[in-house]
Every structure is written in C-alpha cells, then in structure tokens.
C-alpha cells in the first residue's frame, strides 16, 4: 500500500474553494478494461472481446460504467485520504475509453458547506482522453476531521 | 410522423413506468475477495478497504467496501442469471419493448449516485428497481430514441437504503446497416487543430510566430496598423505594407468563456478573449493562466508564445507574469 495514501488526510482548513486536485492519468490497456469490468460483475463482450466489439461497430473494447465510477472514487479519495467519505457522485458520460488511450482526471473544489460537525467539499471533476470528455460531473465528499 | 410514433410506443409502454421491481439478490454478502478485486483492478489503495490496521481507529470494524462497488453486489453472474430468491420479472421490459420496435441500441447517459453509508463484510444486499421517466422521442448526435431514467434503491438485508441511483439511459434506432469497424484503438486519431492556410497576406503572421515574433501589418502610405491580416489599408487603399513587431503587451477589450458544446482539442472552459494590444490594434486569442472567474475587462495581460501542437505556435494571453513563468517551465523540461 502507498504510504502516501495511508498518512494523506485532507482537512477543511487545508483547502478553499477554487483549489484544484492533483491531475491524475490513467493509460488505458486492454488488461485495465477487462480486469476492471470482472471486478464489476460485468460480462458484457463488448468490455472483454475485441472481436465481438467490432461486430457491435465499436474500434475496440471500451470500459464499461460502474469501472469508470470506481476511478472516480478512488481519484476522490486518493487525494483527499482515507478518512474522507465520498457522499455522492454523478456523471455525464462522453466519449468511450478504448485500449491505447489515456484518461486525464482533473477536478476543482467548487463548493465547502458545513454539515453538523462535518465539511462537505463539493469536487466538480473531468476524465478526458483523445476523443474529448469521458466522463464530467461533481461530487460530495465529506472530508477528514482534524487530528 | 415521428410524433406518431413517439405517441404509439409511449402509450405501448406506459404501463411499464413507475413499477417497481425486484428484490434482485447478491449472489454472495459482500467479501474480502470482491473487495481486493475491485481494489486491485482500480488500483485504489485507500487503506479503509482492506487494511485491517489503519480500521482500527476508524468507525469500521470489518472490511469495508468503496461505496462506488454500490451496484455490483446485486448484479448478474458470468452467466447472466440472478441470485436465487429474486425476481423472475424483467427490470428492462419497457426497454425490450423499445427494442422490439427498432430502437436496440443502448447507453447510459448519466448516474447521479447518493451512499447513506459504507457496506462492511458479511452484509448481504438487493435491490429494487423503478423506471421513473420516458421522453418523447428526441433526435441526438447517436439518432433518434428515448432517454429513459431509472431509480434503483439499494437495500441492506434489513432493507435499510445504504445507496441510491438514478440512471438515464438512451434507447435509440440503430443504423440498419452496422458501420464498419473502425481503426483499432492503437491507432486512435488525435484530433487537433486545424491549421489554417498560409497564403500571400498572412505568411507573415505565422511565419512570425514560429520564430517569436508577434508581427502586425502597417501600412507603408499612413502608417496605420491593422489586424488581422488584410491585402489593403482600410484608411488610405494603400496595397503597400510592412511589418512592425508588436511587444506582446495589451489589456482585455473583451472576452467570453465557453463551455458547451466541449469539442476536442481545447480545453474547457474555454476563455476566448479580444486583446487590445498597446500599439493600438486588436488581436482575438485564447486566454492562458488564469481561471474564469478571475478574468477582467480592461486587466493587463502579456503574450504567452505556445506550441499548441507540432508546427502551430499561437499566441496567447496571461496575466502579467505568465510569460516568464512559461518560459521557466520551458527551461525546466529541457
């Protein structure tokens, strides 16, 4: 495990609003898109058969949705550390992530409420690859408190 | 005609909106196999899933599952059946219906997805599911089709909602013909920006620019400056002219952000900006360094000498300061 990701623990008053999270880039292979959609439960042959693909009418296997939501999460959480907890998330989904590509994750703070004892930052976030915006969309994420 | 048709299919499957349907069981209560499954797939390394250790200070006494693994508990198997105990009934009748009338083609278009609480190891889950919404038939870069939206509610064992979802997806016509198979994705094309044609009067403009300069027209009878370029002098019909090398410096005469449509390569938003330059004349570029909100009519601004892409230099503007900024960074990388 990354001990980056262990001791990372981003607080309310580390950040504002207007602060960007740290790019992150993911080349998408074919193991990527395959080992992801079994992880999800998802047999579809358009997310593991190359061949089936391109009868479909599609250049290559693509990812499929619920990897592309685990990549969000773990963008949010990477960043923010494990003692953040993601509330809510919701995308438009754009162009396909084929093999040979690379996704780019960019997300800004555009949003710090006040829950209780808690602080929520909205993150409104873009996964680009060569085609345009994969997926683009916001979400809550209830940051760590302070140690 | 076409409304026709929307109104023939919408009251065939009118019927089918607003039921809900389910339970659809998990094959398995969640695990620390499926876990580290998800988690090695995604490479995510967040320690609350699946290090014991760091749970210890943490509100989780087990293994805890991402939020975001939500619907996959209550999926289908490899061989597409589902868990024992849940329904018979087809979640999707209305979309098979759609698709028995020539709309076959299928996408999700949008989640907006809501956790009330982690899931840890042991718990079992289903879900229900409800299609809430059909539009009328709309015609979109894909064809024509429905977009139809759906609430799944996702429940624990003791049917407390750990998470909830909407889901929109677009049922439209597939071509009757498949389109071919297109270029493997080894070879996907990366589009860029379509250079324009250098001719007689605007040689100048780029050819400047690819050795650094910024160049604007002046005309050799009176002198006036002009942008962009143009064969004649608009004040004294002059077709005789020279260059000048501007400084680079100017102030925003006006500017607009664009956001939609996103239409690659540029990025978004997009400040597209009217560059009063201080030798008088005006220049329309694209604005560099500086966020939306913090753009002003009338703020300084200095040129920003970019190679977009192979054999395109342009000049863009930054806020005072950018320029040596871009040039340190430059420095670095070689």
């Known amino acids: 495990m990354s001990v980056n990701t262990r001791t990372n623990n981003i607080t309310a008053s580390d950040v504002q609003v207007g602060d960007t ?18 992880a999800t439960q ?15 009418g599609t250049p290559d296997i693509f990812m ?11 963008y949010l959480t990477d960043w923010a550390g494990p003692s953040s907890r993601i509330k809510n998330i919701k995308f438009n989904l754009g162009a396909p992530n084929y093999p040979g590509d690379t996704m780019v994750v960019t997300g800004e703070i555009t949003e710090l409420n006040e829950e209780g004892e808690n602080t929520i930052a909205k993150i ?4 680009k690859n060569g085609m345009g915006n994969h997926v683009s969309g916001s979400a809550l994420l209830q940051l760590g408190a302070a140690s | ?52 250790e760091y749970r210890q200070d943490t509100e989780f006494d087990d293994v805890t599952a991402p939020p975001t693994m939500m619907q996959m508990w209550s999926m289908r198997d490899a061989q597409g059946n589902y868990a024992p105990g849940s329904t018979d009934k087809n979640p999707y009748e209305l979309l098979s219906v759609l698709e028995d009338n020539g709309y076959a083609g ?9 956790f009330h609480r982690y899931l840890q190891e042991g718990e079992r889950v289903h879900h229900y599911t409800t299609l809430v919404n059909m539009t009328d038939l709309k015609t979109t870069g894909m064809g024509k089709g429905f977009f139809v939206t759906e609430f799944a509610e996702f429940l624990t064992e003791d049917e407390e909602k750990f998470a909830e979802a909407v889901i929109t997806y677009f049922q439209y016509e597939t071509p009757k013909k498949q389109p071919g198979a297109k270029k493997p994705g080894s070879d996907i094309q990366k589009i860029t920006r379509v250079h324009p044609v250098e001719n007689y009067d605007n040689a100048h403009f780029w050819q400047g620019l690819r050795d650094g300069k910024l160049l604007i027209q002046k005309c050799d009878s009176c002198a006036t400056l002009r942008h962009p370029p143009q064969p004649m002098c ?9 260059t000048i090398e501007a400084s680079g410096k100017g102030s925003i005469y006006t500017y607009t952000v664009m956001h939609y449509p996103e239409i690659p390569p540029f990025d978004y938003p997009n400040a597209i900006a009217l560059i009063e330059l201080e030798e008088g004349v005006r220049i329309a570029t694209q604005l560099t360094d500086i966020k939306p909100n913090d753009i002003k009519i009338g703020m300084d601004v200095e040129m920003v000498l970019t190679e977009v892409q192979d054999d395109m230099t342009l000049p863009l503007f930054g806020p005072i300061g950018s320029a040596s900024a871009a040039k340190k960074k430059q420095e670095q990388q070689s």
């Not at chain 1, 999270?21 to 079994?38: G, M």
């Not at chain 1, 998802?42 to 693909?53: E, G, L, N, Y």
């Not at chain 2, 299928?106 to 809501?114: L, N």
């Open chain 1, 21 to 38: 999270l740290p790019e992150f880039s993911l080349p998408i292979t074919a193991r990527l898109v395959v080992s992801a959609a079994i």
């Open chain 2, 234 to 242: 608009s004040e004294c019909q002059s077709l005789n002219w020279s």
């Open chain 2, 106 to 114: 299928i996408m999700a278009v949008s989640y907006d997805q809501t």
């Open chain 2, 1 to 52: 005609m076409s409304d026709n048709v929307s109104v023939a299919i919408k009251e065939k499957v009118a019927h089918l909106l607003n039921r809900r349907v389910g339970p659809y069981n998990s094959w398995n209560p969640v695990s620390r196999t499926q876990v580290w499954q998800w988690c090695t797939a995604m490479g995510d390394n967040n320690p609350l899933y699946l290090d014991d």
């Open chain 1, 124 to 127: 409104e976030f873009r996964g």
């Open chain 1, 42 to 56: 998802d047999f579809q042959d358009v997310h593991h058969d190359k061949a089936a693909a391109q009868a479909k």
């Open chain 1, 64 to 74: 499929n949705i619920l990897s592309t939501n685990g990549f969000v999460g773990r």
